[in-house]
T-cell receptor
Framework: GAVVSQHPSRVICKSGTSVKIECRSLDFQATTMFWYRQFPKQSLMLMATSNEGSKATYEQGVEKDKFLINHASLTLSTLTVTSAHPEDSSFYIC????????????FGQGTRLTVV | AQSVSQHNHHVILSEAASLELGCNYSYGGTVNLFWYVQYPGQHLQLLLKYFSGDPLVKGIKGFEAEFIKSKFSFNLRKPSVQWSDTAEYFCAVNVGYSSASKIIFGSGTRLSIRP
């Protein structure tokens, strides 16, 4: 299957700082990327959908000013957690797709964010 | 709103037992259906998928799932589980034809296999 790479896999940051997470599709062009958040022992909650070259669509309850998403190219999307607080600590997962009919999205390995 | 329900939160089985994990979704239109597995400390892996055609789909590691449109269900099955199947299993629905349509996940089922 296609490869989606997330970086970093783990990050610890101080409260009040910002942290950027990258999601790259290594061997295909991703017209659409999704960002999820997974709390311990819980499911993946979709945060936003981003299409290359346009603004991301955020799910209800997700603060767009706090979770900045940029999808500037067909192989890269970034999620920036601004002014992070301990409650933002979580596992963030991206997935990417070509957007074609009857194909699946491919998932990155996730990023464990810890805000201290 | 669309939703995916997995009614079994934690299933405990002995090795060689048969497995069936339930998944129901609520959406009246075209859907693509998936089961993903997440082994401890690892990322999501696709077990199997249904787009169209034969409603009985076979995936990796001996898993299969049956799409029953009238019941809005896509249950996962395996005839004989192994200790290595211990993991979290997620049912997911892609609403619409395009893979660019958002994917909604169920709450997950934790499967524990006793050796």
């Amino acid at each position: 299957g296609a490869v989606v790479s997330q970086h970093p896999s783990r990050v610890i940051c101080k409260s009040g700082t910002s942290v950027k997470i990258e999601c790259r599709s290594l061997d295909f062009q991703a017209t659409t990327m999704f960002w999820y958040r997974q709390f311990p022992k819980q499911s993946l909650m979709l945060m936003a959908t981003s299409n290359e070259g346009s603004k991301a669509t955020y799910e209800q309850g997700v603060e767009k000013d706090k979770f900045l998403i940029n999808h500037a190219s067909l192989t890269l999307s970034t999620l920036t957690v601004t002014s992070a607080h301990p409650e933002d600590s979580s596992f963030y997962i991206c997935s990417a797709t070509t957007g074609a009919v009857n194909t699946e999205a491919f998932f990155g390995q996730g990023t464990r964010l810890t805000v201290v | 709103a669309q939703s995916v329900s997995q009614h079994n939160h934690h299933v405990i089985l002995s090795e060689a037992a048969s497995l069936e994990l339930g998944c129901n979704y609520s959406y009246g239109g075209t859907v693509n259906l998936f089961w993903y597995v997440q082994y401890p400390g690892q990322h999501l892996q696709l077990l199997l998928k249904y787009f169209s055609g034969d409603p009985l789909v076979k995936g990796i590691k001996g898993f299969e799932a049956e799409f029953i449109k009238s019941k809005f269900s896509f249950n996962l099955r395996k005839p004989s589980v192994q200790w290595s199947d211990t993991a979290e299993y997620f049912c997911a629905v892609n609403v619409g034809y395009s893979s660019a349509s958002k994917i909604i996940f169920g709450s997950g089922t934790r499967l524990s296999i006793r050796p």
